[in-house]
């Protein structure tokens, strides 16, 4: 019961970290995100990331940051198994999922639906 | 947006920017935060009940149930983006649909909904990642110089 | 006749002798809607795009204007028309359709202007009997082009406008009843350094503020001359600014008499809308549908319309470029 509790406050949190991008710094949605993915991925380096995972399961997981985490994540693991390529093989092993399933279902959304305007 | 070089304005264009700004209607930035908060907390909340729900259910390991999740997450998004429903989700809770993964999710789809009219390859697939793009550069490109510095770092004993 | 250093006042008075409006489903629901000669439910329609639905817009516009005039397309010497489109397509399309010699124009949302001033000098230099002006713009044709696919999520602040999807046009002849164009100031290109595309009511005021000084001071006339003075797609935020602004020029328009099409064409609660309505088309149906069919009724005697555009395109906000901005005038009188 309390890790839902906890993923809705740090969940919350890092959107709101990203609305006082938009609003506060008047960064685009574009600009907002890639930062926060880039910050994902230095906290994903430093091994601070993963413990945030563990306390906040999906609230630290959903936030785009998470991507920037799984792609060091993923470099660093192929590092250990394979040697120095595995930093440029291994980058989308973990997200591979997450960006497979929004390429095949927005290409499906293109389709199926027409744009409402 | 980068920051305008203020010294580059003429005085009377600079005078202008202030009287402008001045007039203009404030952002209600505290309003806007709460309804980030609560719409972001709510979507990550339902991404934590998924996984348990493919933990307890499908028997997927607590490392692996993200993936299920995210998937359920990111069709939901394509099918309200096609409803033309997502954007006014988005109107209201601004960071809190566009910072989880149905942001990234939702700029794939609608670009790739938009460009129906110019055709499936150029239209649709050659526009796809218009707006997604930068997520994906940026996230690699980090990815890549934090994993060397990571690794040069341990080589040294460092890390 | 050039008067003073940017205006033209027409001797001969070209008379708008007929003029049409057409607007899609937000215009319906707007407070304007019963000036609109035709209304659309649905945003495309029924065509495949979002631009061919702009380009029906305007072929709807047009016909509709010299039917009422009870003419025919072989009637019209010229058609002056613009949009907001990549290369004007929309107009260039219609113009196909409509086979009339073309001359296509743009000055963003300012064409409206743009194309009666010009439409009144070949009326008054006896180089066309009739012309047809017609501009529109399309809401989701628009937001594909320059900001964002119109189904994407992100949060518009309170100073972001609405555009007009809508057509308008305005047959202009050397002899007839109605309104007739009496003077036209062209603008010149203002930029004070502002470059956000979400605010574009405070990039335009100052071109809209230059043009009517020039006109005022052009002509010797004063701002009390007329029954009303309207900015073409100014919205909520330009029409303070521009205000503010002129009461520090020393030109003193009363507030009754000054408004914004932007800010008339939608009704303030109406989602979305934030600080109004903007686009070729705003102006455009505003002026030729509302305006004019005011003045058709006796309700108002003498109008200048004060067309704003904003010059920038979606690359030269990338590059880091500020946004330009023109304004033209033109006064209408019956």
Not at chain 2, 21 to 45: D, S
Not at chain 2, 69 to 85: E, P, Q, S
Not at chain 3, 151 to 176: C, F, I, M, N, R
Request: hydrophobic share 45%.
């Amino acid at each position: 019961m309390d890790k839902l509790i906890w993923a809705f406050i740090i969940g919350g949190s890092i959107c709101v970290i990203g609305q006082l991008m938009l609003d506060g710094l008047k960064l685009t949605p574009a600009h907002t995100t890639s930062t926060l993915v880039v910050v994902g991925a230095i906290l994903g380096g430093l091994g601070l990331y993963e413990p945030l995972v563990k306390f906040a399961g999906a609230g630290a997981t959903v936030p785009i940051s998470s991507f920037g985490n799984s792609l060091v994540k993923g470099a660093l693991q192929e590092f250990e198994s394979s040697g120095p390529i595995g930093v440029l093989t291994g980058i989308f092993h973990i997200t591979s999922g997450g960006i497979s399933a929004a390429i095949i279902f927005g290409f499906i959304g293109a389709l199926v639906f027409k744009p409402k305007g | 947006m980068s920051i305008k070089k203020k010294k580059e304005l003429s005085p009377t264009q600079q005078e202008y920017q202030q009287f402008a700004q001045e007039r203009e209607p404030k952002r209600p930035i505290v309003l806007n935060c709460i309804k980030a908060f609560i719409v972001g907390g709510l979507i990550c909340t339902f991404g934590q009940v998924l996984q348990m729900f493919f933990i307890k259910y499908f028997h997927f390991s607590k490392e692996s149930a993200g993936n299920p999740a995210m998937a359920v997450i990111i069709i939901i998004t394509v099918i309200l983006t096609g409803f033309g429903v997502f954007d006014h989700i988005a109107q209201f809770a601004g960071a809190g649909t566009v910072v989880p993964i149905t942001g990234f999710a939702n700029t794939i789809a609608s670009a790739a909904i938009e460009h129906r009219s110019e055709g499936y390859v150029l239209g649709v697939g050659g526009n796809m990642f218009k707006l997604a793009g930068p997520v994906i550069v940026y996230g690699v490109f980090s990815a890549f110089v934090v994993s060397l510095v990571v690794v040069s770092l341990r080589a040294l004993g460092v890390m | 006749m050039l008067t003073g250093h940017q205006t033209w006042v027409f001797e001969t008075k070209p008379t708008i002798i007929a003029s049409a409006a057409v607007g899609g489903p937000y215009e319906a629901k707007g407070p304007l809607a019963p000036d609109f000669d035709l209304l659309h439910g649905d945003i495309r329609l029924g065509q495949d795009s979002f631009e061919k639905a702009e380009q029906k817009l305007q072929e709807q516009a047009c016909e509709t204007a010299i039917k009422k005039a009870k003419l025919k397309k072989e009637d019209v010497q010229f058609l002056l028309s613009g949009d907001l489109i990549n290369q004007i397509v929309p107009s260039s399309f219609s113009a196909r359709t409509l086979a009339i010699p073309y001359l296509g124009l743009y000055g963003a949302c300012s064409t409206s202007m743009e194309g009666l001033s010009l439409a009144s000098l070949l009326i008054e230099s006896k180089f066309a009997k009739k012309a047809l002006v017609c501009v529109s713009s399309h809401n989701a044709a628009s937001e594909k082009q320059y900001r964002y696919p119109t189904e994407y999520g992100s949060q518009k602040p309170p100073s972001a406008q609405w555009t007009v999807t809508g057509s308008g046009a305005a047959l202009v002849s050397d002899k007839g009843e109605g309104p007739k164009v009496t003077a036209s100031t062209i603008g010149r290109v203002i930029d004070m350094g502002l470059s956000d595309p979400f605010n574009m009511g405070a990039a335009m005021a100052p071109a809209a503020v230059d043009t009517l000084e020039a006109h005022f001071r052009d002509l010797n006339r004063d701002p009390s001359y007329y029954d009303l003075i309207a900015t073409g797609d100014l919205g909520r935020v330009g029409h303070k600014i521009a205000g503010d602004l002129l009461k520090k020029h020393g030109l003193n328009i009363p507030e009754e008499i000054l408004t914004d099409c932007g800010i008339l064409i939608y009704n303030k609660d109406q989602p979305v809308v934030m600080s109004g309505g903007s686009g070729c088309g705003c102006c455009a149906v505003t002026t030729f549908g509302h305006f004019l069919n005011r003045m058709r009724k006796g309700e108002l005697k003498k109008i200048l319309v004060v067309a704003t555009g904003a010059l920038l395109s979606p690359m030269s906000y990338q590059q880091k470029e500020s946004i330009p901005s023109i304004a033209h005038a033109v006064s209408i009188e019956i």
